[in-house]
């Protein structure tokens, strides 16, 4: 619920070819009018300073991202459109789209019953978006409807799936592990799946720390580049 900073692991698994790995971390902070996330990334498998992509984004009602990457000339982030939100993220098949989640604020929605999800019963609905999302030119997997599961003890969101217009499904993710720091239960590890190429992207929390101190300037996007807070060592607990 507070301020909080999250170290995590990308694990990209191709159906065919080699798995690429990807590090980074988070600074979270929630609000009146939505949490805002800093995100910042890392391809090990690439050299130079452009293998550092940087994503700020504020959720709520009028969800809005930025998009900065460390090779880019200027510290000026750019602003994403709703067509932007599709792309990539590092080449993996994560997407702001995924990230910002905007389909759990969608007004149209069809409550379809309870549902099992990995052994817990799950409330079902689908999700229409308020108007047609951007078409894709490039591939992108762009949902026409959002199938989201919330677990029906503790109506957090076990499961969502991407659903095109047929109603099959494009992508998923699932919640995989939680785990318990002090009083607060943290997510330890989700799946991503591309239903068309069958790949599988893993995200997994290796450690955290939870009841900082932020700076409100670390959320703005006029200081995407400025460097960041150090999280105090005695505050971080690997999960």
């Not at 510290?75 to 939100?85: H, K, V």
């Not at 019963?121 to 030119?137: C, I």
């Not at 799936?161 to 318990?180: I, N, P, Q, R, Y």
């Not at 955290?208 to 996007?221: D, K, M």
């Amino acid at each position: 619920p507070g301020p909080h900073w999250l170290r995590f692991e990308l694990r990209v698994m191709p159906r065919r070819g080699p798995e690429r790995k990807l590090t980074g971390h988070l600074f979270g902070q929630g609000g009146g009018d939505g949490a805002a996330t800093k995100l910042t990334s890392t391809d090990t498998a690439v050299t130079g300073a452009s293998n550092t992509e940087m994503l700020l984004w504020r959720s709520g009602a009028e969800a809005t991202a930025w998009q900065w990457n460390a090779g880019q000339r200027g510290e000026t982030p750019r602003q994403l459109d709703l067509s932007a939100l599709f792309d990539p993220l590092q080449q993996t098949d994560l997407t702001p789209f995924d990230l910002l989640m905007p389909f759990l604020r969608w007004p149209d929605f069809v409550y379809e019953g309870v549902a099992n999800v990995r052994g817990r019963p799950a409330h079902a609905f689908l999700l229409y978006p308020p108007a047609p999302l951007p078409a894709p030119v490039r591939g992108e997997l762009v949902p026409a409807a959002v199938r989201v599961f919330l677990d029906t003890q503790f109506s957090a969101m076990t499961q969502a799936e991407w659903l095109d217009a047929a109603g099959a499904t494009l992508k998923s993710f699932t919640v995989l592990d939680l785990k318990k720091t002090g009083d607060q239960w943290m997510v330890k590890s989700i799946d991503l799946r591309n239903h068309t190429t069958r790949a599988k992207t893993r995200f997994s929390v290796l450690a955290v720390a939870t009841g900082l101190e932020l700076p409100r300037w670390l959320f703005q996007p006029e200081h995407i580049a400025t460097p960041e807070p150090e999280v105090p060592a005695e505050r971080i607990e690997r999960l």
